[in-house]
């Protein structure tokens, strides 16, 4: 068993903001960061998976493949939007690191080939808070 | 003559729009950046000063002032905000990281004590992107 | 189950020296961190925890909170300190990156609200040496 | 148990190119990376290690002892070296970085002294892609 | 007049290795650099331009498409290539960082639009190694 | 003319305190810093020499005998030191960055070999503040 990791990026606006709260409670909980006119940014996502060493190839899976996988299902969704308005996985629920973590493992586990795991879903928010989800 | 440097950090959602312009000319010249419901950033901001070496302290100028300075005047207009909407050096103008750096040099000149000049005003926008503005 | 990790940053002196040790026998083992005039280092402190995401507010912990405790009680007792002279829980120990790692860990343990689990303390002591404790 | 990681760094030549392939096959797969001219990396290797302090040196090891170890025993046949052509352990291998870290356990794992244990040999290929192996 | 720099990165294979001297005079002069069969890095490539900020836009220069011409001009025929071998501007000179760095400039400053100017190109050849020229 | 800058660390003790002045002074204008049990950091050094490229080896000086007068002249004196107590050029100073990077300055001027030019001494004090120092 071995694990590889590429590292994607990506840049988003969002708010933390209930909608069932009072502005005053939303501000009394999230502060700064409830601020109705929004905030953002630049996101770094870690994606690690898991399998066996393929011997013809020497790899466990082609990391320019696991990119394309992350760009077209991750971060063609998530670059450049709005998190809370744009992002159908988030509708409904807070639009914190830790849901948009969780919602990225939903889309990859189902993207990935058979023979990879999805291990860990990490996603820095600024270069001192990360989130780390590992499925369920 | 001596440099000293202090880098901050703030967050902030944006996008680039010219008012005067189509929708579809905006488009096409800022292409995801004119995204009409924002994106955002983590913004790293160098601010460089320089003079000479007091000696009963060693100083240039002591740090935490500087630090002070930059959280009072920069980062509790810039931090969290909507750059386009909230921020009131950039009302009229495009909210790009060239004139985010001018706008804060405008700012900090006025602000910091005599014995100091500043000399330059850094700004990362994306871990491979920066704007660095030396005064006119 | 998610993890959340937030970082943060101190400065200390210390020396690495067995008061059961001649002068020799110290150098022999420690080198130049024997110096009984002190060294120093700009400690990264990465303290990881784990535990469910609250629907209301989306957090696990809310980051911020986190941060609190950690300056509270961890970084109040130890930046800018002489870790030897003035650490009460090193009193008696080695003052090594392992045993300021498991220090903290105990520290933090007893701090943090109910929902959350202390997962790891890892600490940077220079950019190429770390150490990680994940409890006993 | 507590864990300690030393980062070292070495610079190495390489291809991805497996023998039994045409050319044509191996451009299919490999794209740039099978340039029959070379190409390189910097890669920085993170060897982890395990175990419990010791009562009189407060170290789970020197890491000074660990960074000899690395060095005479790993850096010494990769650093500077072509690895497809150089390098014992890849020889009828595909020279990939799973290979690599997978070898780089083999070495580490008769070195160490008895009292720690290899926990991860993590090696990054990029700043952007890394593997991580535990043993088998 | 403002600054805007993009960083890019490419691999490369080469050697430090003069053919008008003896093989021995090589190994004493440039060490494991001097090995025939080659060695490599990741190099991180600054470059930097310098004008004026347009109103219309609120660009030095659309950093997407200097961006372009980077990857156009100078990634295409340095990334993943063997420098010694396969690149025409270092045909008959050393293959160093420095030589490298001025190459880059000579292609740029012929590419870049005329509202700007090139001002610098910074070349790291390793994490603590770096070359900057700013042309004669 | 090229730059060539080289980046060594080294980690070392030191406080703020001016004895001419009384304790409440030195901590009303220097706070923790003033701890009279010393504090300590991890220092980068980034070396900066300027001149021309030799057309033989294509350097404008050999990195590894730059990286040796540092260690020989600077780290030496200061690596895992007491810097108010154990610095000879720092005596009667005080232990700021600034005059710490004005001394490494005056020590390397006077060991660079004749065809190269001493341009900076750029130190990190943590991985926020940096003083720059360019002769006088």
Known sequence: MIYLT????????????????????N??????????????HNYDLYVTVKGEVDEQTGFLIDVKKLSLIIR???????????????V?????????TENLAKGIWQILDHQLPPNVTLHCVKLFETARIYVEYYGD
């Open 6 to 25: 590429r590292i994607e990026h990506f840049n988003a606006a969002h708010k933390l903001y209930n909608p069932a709260w009072s502005k005053e409670q």
């Open 27 to 40: 501000e009394d909980v999230f502060g700064k960061c409830a601020n109705e006119n929004w905030h953002g």
């Open 72 to 86: 077209d299902y991750v971060l063609e969704i998530l670059d450049h939007k709005n998190l809370n308005v744009e």
């Open 88 to 96: 159908e996985f988030l509708q409904g629920k807070m639009c914190s």
